[in-house]
């Protein structure tokens, strides 16, 4: 695979089923048009697959109870917001529901299969391109400055928050109004709508106390149709991403238990409530130490006398069925639907059947049709990447001088080497590789690295406490972890001990930065890319480090400047890359800034790639000519390096 070849990469977005009717995206990264590109389709159970709209950019079909309409949302240009739109299941012209300044979010259908609910940000006046009550509409450089009182007043990826606070709507799919009127107020983001089985009531997500303060909690709340203030439905252990309500009444949601502000590399959980007129206390189903739930595939769906949950485990993400009585259910109790050695991206439940999106390792992701037991693989949208060359996933598994197992993968190339070498890191750090295939790993071993991917401690999916090891100890059990996947790497006879780099972004930069101060003498070069290296300043800078550097790293300055690649900028005398965005507002562009000049005046070896409107986001969802430069950028590097 070589960097060009990013415009093979479509992915699958989650399916929606009823009946016979299967859709689902499809998003395609379009590099010379700088765009992603994206189509509904229809897969037959049969594993026919054919187009079903034609716009630019289609995305998020989900079918009415009834199945008469597919509503889905529809960006009329590329680079436009996509608005939502409404068409009959059995064909014909789509129509437009919204005309919203910022766009709509996902759509959830009623059950009276009429109206939708959705959420969306709505602007201040005199922003965004909203007109001022006198009509102008200021260009942003001369829009009105911001009055801050909070600490969550931005977001990576998304921007400014206060002046655009995502509400609550719902249209009449059949008989739309002019102009929709949002149900909450502009106090709080509310988000993941879901109706409660009678149609009277939506529940959302919003933060505790309705925003009151800054905090990471979250909790249920009930919104009536007919009017009224919103009212806590559900009273969370810690937070709430994902819910569903059942016929009965009882609602399922995913959520970590944390005592804020201490919400770090806790593994979230399936929990259940009975809704009715207080606010309901739930009660946990799932192991809190084994068993990590991955909202990010969907909330819990209802399969008979189970729920169906995606769930991490060792580098797979697997759909795993709860019983509805569980009381706190350790994994291996668990049973596995889909996702051994693959990972289950999104998935949708019709009766019995259940149609997943499954990535593996040569592919992005396809369309299972589950059934009986059995699985059927309906589409095969990775083939041509397949046909420019795969290479396979190996297992790696390694133990560190304490003992402690480590676990990870190797992506080897053609023939018998000897291979330069290039450990990557990944970001979070409660996150981890998997087994789906992994882009930027296919294109390095295309160019003839052998590359080394592992899931240190403070990776997510290895149980709870591997999560937690490195809280307040960043740099110590996680660096014995990675050397010792890199040194069983290198037993092998086509890889070359002697040409190793290190690269990561995020965690994975500063894990770059720490080892290439700690442990330079591993490696020839360095590529480090959207790094926090000053704990210091992150705390004041980044979106988020108000919270996170005090919960990961600790308040005391002492700590904090210990435990930051930049104290050591003198000790690194490798050649080093530093990699940013300059709209990334995770790790602001200082953290690059700072060790840049640190190694600069110190006569390193260093040069630095900045690439303009781009965030934190820009290797997975960047503009698709930035990625593709990007890559380019790293083969060119390590050509000079290894």
């Given at each position: ?19 016979d ?20 389709w229809?897969?037959?159970?049969d ?6 709209t ?19 949302l ?71 400055p ?15 928050l ?6 609550l ?105 009975r ?46 069925a709860v ?44 369309v ?13 949208w ?26 990870g ?6 023939g ?10 990944h ?22 690295y ?11 999916g ?29 037993e092998?006879p ?51 480090g108000w ?7 600790g308040?005391?300055?002492a700590t ?8 050591y900028?003198d ?7 530093v ?13 690059a800034?700072r060790l ?21 986001e ?25």
């Amino acid at each position: 695979m070589r960097p060009s070849d990013i415009e093979l990469l479509s992915t699958p977005s989650t399916p929606a089923l009823h009946g016979d009717l299967l859709l689902t995206g499809v998003s395609t990264p379009d590099p010379e048009g700088n765009v992603y590109r994206g189509a509904l389709w229809r897969v037959g159970l049969d594993g026919t697959v054919r187009p079903w709209t034609h716009g630019e950019r289609d995305s998020a079909p989900v079918i009415s109870p009834d199945g008469r309409w597919a509503a889905f949302l529809r960006a009329a240009e590329a680079k436009s917001s996509p608005q939502l739109y409404v068409m009959p299941s059995d064909g014909g012209d789509a129509r437009r529901l919204t005309d919203l300044p910022l766009g709509a979010g996902h759509p959830v259908w009623a059950p009276d299969s009429r109206r939708i609910a959705f959420t969306a940000r709505v602007p201040e006046p005199g922003r965004y391109g909203v007109p001022t009550a006198t009509g102008e509409k200021p260009e942003p450089g001369e829009e009105a400055p911001r009055h801050i009182k909070r600490f969550d007043y931005r977001i990576d990826n998304i921007g400014f928050l206060r002046d655009r606070p995502e509400r609550l709507f719902v249209v009449d799919a059949l008989e739309p109004a002019d102009e929709p009127t949002p149900l909450t107020d502009e106090q709080v983001d509310v988000s993941e709508p879901v109706w409660t089985p009678d149609g009277q009531t939506i529940l959302v997500v919003a933060p505790r106390d309705w925003g009151a303060a800054q905090t990471e909690e979250s909790d249920l709340y009930a919104v009536p149709l007919a009017g009224g203030e919103p009212r806590l439905a559900v009273r969370s252990a810690g937070g709430v991403e994902k819910a569903t309500v059942g016929e009965d009444g009882t609602v399922w949601f995913i959520g970590a238990e944390f005592t804020w502000p201490y919400a770090e590399a806790r593994n979230p959980g399936l929990w259940a409530a009975r809704l009715s007129g207080e606010a309901a206390t739930p009660r946990r189903l799932t192991d809190a130490e084994t068993v990590h739930c991955f909202a990010g595939a969907g909330a819990p769906a209802v399969f008979g006398d189970e729920l169906l949950v995606a769930v991490l485990n060792r580098g797979a993400v697997e759909l795993r069925a709860v019983p509805r009585d569980a009381e706190e259910a350790p994994l291996d109790k668990l049973a596995v639907l889909a996702g051994e050695r693959a990972a289950v991206r999104s998935f949708a439940v019709d009766g019995d059947r259940i149609a997943a999106v499954v990535a593996r390792p040569d592919s992005t992701g396809d369309v299972v049709l589950i059934s009986g037991g059995a699985q059927q693989v309906l589409t095969d949208w990775s083939k041509p990447l397949r046909d420019k060359g795969i290479r396979p996933l190996e297992e790696l598994t390694a133990s560190t001088p304490d003992g402690y197992p480590v676990h990870g993968w190797l992506v080897e190339p053609e023939g018998d080497g000897p291979h330069p070498v290039l450990l990557v890191v990944h970001g979070g750090p409660f996150a981890a590789y998997d087994w789906g295939l992994f882009d930027e790993a296919q294109v390095y071993a295309s160019a003839g690295y052998a590359v080394v991917l592992a899931n240190p401690r403070g990776s997510a999916g290895y149980g709870q406490s591997h999560g937690r090891a490195i809280v307040r100890a960043f740099g110590t059990v996680d660096v014995d972890d990675l050397l010792a996947l890199l040194d069983s790497a290198l037993e092998r006879p086509g890889l070359d001990a002697s040409r190793v780099g290190v690269m990561g972004g995020s965690y994975g930069g500063f894990m770059t930065s720490w080892l290439a101060s700690h442990h330079g003498e591993r490696f020839r070069a360095a590529w480090s890319e959207r790094a926090v290296n000053a704990w210091d300043s992150m705390v004041g800078s980044s979106d988020i480090g108000w919270s996170f550097v005090d919960a990961y790293i600790g308040g005391d300055l002492a700590t904090q400047l210990d435990r930051s690649p930049l104290t050591y900028a003198d000790r690194i005398g490798i050649p080093f890359m530093v990699v940013h965005s300059e709209h990334d507002w995770r790790c602001p562009v200082e953290q690059a800034q700072r060790l840049y000049v640190a190694l600069k005046r110190n006569g390193a070896d260093v040069e630095m790639l900045l690439f303009p409107g781009e965030g934190h986001e820009l290797s997975r969802s960047g503009k698709p000519r930035h990625r593709v430069q990007r890559l380019e950028a790293v083969l060119e590097w390590w050509s000079r390096h290894l």
